[in-house]
């Protein structure tokens, strides 16, 4: 099992990203995006179940960031509209195979090795 991550850079407040996360081996129940900015605690950002496509945002990101994913291609995307300075952090795409959606990243069996996004002002 291997989630690849990919998408991240160096913007400026106010533009956008697209992060991709490829999954190979299985399928999972849910996939999602967590963070980590220097000294800070790994945070949920947003989760999508495969089965029904139900979407779940952390508050920090609603109206700006879209999860959704590519059924063929075995990918979950997270687009990030109107990126902050605050957004900046590595951010990993994670599943489980189970369709319970969870914001606790100690939920999560699978993970990919991170994608830094930096946001300058």
């Known amino acids: 099992v291997q989630l690849q991550a990919s998408g991240g850079g160096l913007v400026q407040a106010g533009d956008s990203l697209r992060l991709s996360c490829s999954a190979s081996?299985?399928?999972?129940?849910?996939m999602a995006w967590f963070r980590q900015a220097p000294g800070k605690w790994r945070e949920f950002v947003a989760a999508?179940?495969?089965?029904?496509?139900?979407?779940y945002y952390a508050d920090t990101v609603k109206g700006r960031f879209s999860i959704s994913r590519d059924d063929v291609k075995n990918t979950v995307y997270l687009q990030m509209n109107n990126l902050i300075t605050d957004d900046t952090a590595v951010y990993y795409c994670?599943?489980?195979?189970?369709?319970?959606?969870?914001?606790?990243?100690?939920?999560?069996?699978?993970w990919g090795q991170g994608t830094l996004v930096t946001v300058s002002s």
């Open positions: 999508i179940r495969w089965s029904d496509l139900s979407t």
């Open positions: 994670a599943a489980r195979p189970s369709p319970v959606i969870h914001y606790q990243y100690q939920q999560y069996n699978y």
């Open positions: 081996g299985r399928t999972f129940g849910v």
